[in-house]
T-cell receptor, first 115, second 109 residues
Framework: GAVVSQHPSRVICKSGTSVKIECRSL??????MFWYRQFPKQSLMLMATSNEGSKATYEQGVEKDKFLINHASLTLSTLTVTSAHPEDSSFYICSADSGSGETQYFGPGTRLLVL | GIQVEQSPPDLILQEGANSTLRCNFSDSVNNLQWFHQNPWGQLINLFY???GTKQNGRLSATTVATERYSLLYISSSQTTDSGVYFCAVEEGGGFKTIFGAGTRLFVKA
């Protein structure tokens, strides 16, 4: 149990386009989902926390107009990178919290390359 | 905010060796987790361990919350143990999870 999927697993896009990444909890309802960003050989940095039906809470330094987060249901959250630029290239990982207050379950990540 | 420090940053082991990874944190935490990130980037939950000791096969972990550290023990290491081990803590009073910088482990055959 406790499986989180992400789609796509990798994406290459041109500078200036927008990219949507989906995060789904497959066998549980996620009251809270989190979006992280990881640069090569670095740790995970929390970008934002989203709760179903409400606006996401962004960490300091993360542009909310650049990284649009929608948590439309208890099993789906999306991250849209708008007007992507090469510096947005990174590994984006989502996680989901079932509400137990214990373990977060992580998706497999999405590798974004902006040319 | 809370600081999470992991040591060592890099570790090379011969297959079959044992190792101890350490995680220090600067303030009280709601919970603490250990993860293994495999070479493809997938994060795998190892332990949820805000305090006490747990064991799962060749892995075990101990958290001493009053002294603000946690240890991850790997015994009889295998090449498949290679990857990055992260310690992550949840700040007291909120849901924000802070990751340490990780320990990059390579196990040689």
């Amino acid at each position: 149990g406790a499986v989180v999927s992400q789609h796509p697993s990798r994406v290459i896009c041109k500078s200036g386009t927008s990219v949507k990444i989906e995060c789904r909890s497959l066998d549980f309802q996620a009251t809270t989902m989190f979006w992280y960003r990881q640069f090569p050989k670095q740790s995970l940095m929390l970008m934002a926390t989203s709760n179903e039906g409400s606006k996401a809470t962004y960490e300091q330094g993360v542009e909310k107009d650049k990284f649009l987060i929608n948590h439309a249901s208890l099993t789906l959250s999306t991250l849209t990178v708008t007007s992507a630029h090469p510096e947005d290239s990174s590994f984006y990982i989502c996680s989901a919290d079932s509400g137990s207050g214990e373990t977060q379950y992580f998706g497999p990540g999405t590798r974004l390359l902006v040319l | 905010g809370i600081q999470v420090e992991q040591s060592p940053p890099d570790l090379i082991l011969q297959e079959g060796a044992n190792s101890t990874l350490r995680c220090n944190f600067s303030d009280s935490v709601n919970n603490l987790q250990w993860f293994h990130q495999n070479p493809w980037g997938q994060l795998i939950n190892l332990f949820y361990i805000p305090s006490g000791t747990k064991q799962n096969g060749r892995l075990s972990a101990t958290t001493v919350a009053t002294e603000r550290y946690s240890l991850l023990y790997i015994s009889s290491s295998q090449t498949t143990d290679s990857g990055v081990y992260f310690c992550a803590v949840e700040e007291g009073g909120g849901f924000k999870t802070i990751f340490g910088a990780g320990t990059r482990l390579f196990v040689k055959a």
